[in-house]
């Protein structure tokens, strides 16, 4: 994530349910034991570290005191001199090496086990805590500080979260405390809980001249969206900041015949379908 301007994120590309990761920068002694600083480069450009705009503090985080009611980003960090492109795979690769000691079964939301009982055992659970770095916005030229941004510090904080992993024991700590744990079932659960009433979330209107108004909502904000009627695709939306996608459907120009047809919303999380006659 790069912050351009302000530290404080609006984050509606990211569900709460979500493992996120910011970036460390590559230092040159990368090779030296403990984690890197915060990324920061020139001045204006740093992680995005902060609070949604748009996701409450979920019950997970209800055990760090980072002083707002807002869910906060990251929940961990890796290195990422390319920023997150960099830092997210690497994740995705921990978590995989996971799922593979687990017998090949899904681990499901891993945050509540990551907040209740990895991140505060800290290096006994293989993770490294960040305590420097930040992410303000800060003149190159003055080094005035424009946009005051979240600073590492020891322990869980909102810049670095509970900090980097060391995959060789954060790997089987993660599994055998979500084997142990109920807190992942639950967490799974919940996560169904919340897509399930995003399933029904399209709204279908007579308009004018024969036309159909079409109105999806709950999709994830600034991501597109397949629109398909009987299972041809018609056109791809881009979901608004609030997660809406709207469309006009003129059944006569798309040449449908009479009758009965399913319309269809696809999108990264959610698929929707609702019926209109023609």
Do not use: C
């Amino acid at each position: 994530m790069i912050l351009k301007r302000l530290p404080r994120k609006g984050l509606p590309v990211l569900a709460a349910a979500a493992l996120l990761a910011g970036p460390l920068a590559v230092s040159a002694q990368a090779a030296q034991p403990g984690p890197d600083p915060i990324w920061h480069v020139g001045g204006i450009f740093a992680e995005g570290a902060g609070f949604s705009a748009v996701y409450p503090r979920p019950s997970y985080q209800n055990g760090v005191d980072h002083g707002s009611r807002m869910r906060s980003v990251p929940d961990i960090t890796m290195d990422a001199e390319s920023g997150t492109s960099e830092s997210a795979p690497t994740v995705a690769g921990v978590l995989a090496l996971a799922t593979q000691l687990n017998h090949g079964w899904n681990l499901g939301p891993v945050n509540p086990v990551l907040y209740d009982i990895l991140g505060p055992l800290g290096a006994h659970a293989g993770i490294s805590d960040v305590v420097s770095g930040n992410n303000s916005v800060i003149d190159p030229q003055t080094g005035q500080v424009l946009v005051q941004g979240f600073t590492a510090a020891p322990g869980f904080d909102v810049a670095s979260g509970w900090g980097t992993v060391d995959a060789s024991t954060f790997v089987p700590a993660l599994v055998a405390a979500i084997r142990a744990s109920d807190l992942a079932r639950s967490a799974r659960s919940e996560a169904s809980r919340e897509l399930g009433r995003l399933e029904h979330s399209v709204t279908l209107s007579h308009g004018s001249g024969g036309t159909t108004s079409v109105s999806g909502t709950g999709f994830l904000p600034q991501h597109p969206v397949r629109l398909a009627i009987d299972g041809t695709i018609v056109t791809t939306l881009t979901a608004d900041d609030h997660g809406v996608v709207s469309y006009t459907l003129n059944p006569a120009a798309l040449g449908l015949k009479p009758g009965h047809h399913v319309l269809t919303l696809q999108g990264m999380l959610i698929t929707t379908s609702a019926s209109f006659p023609s």
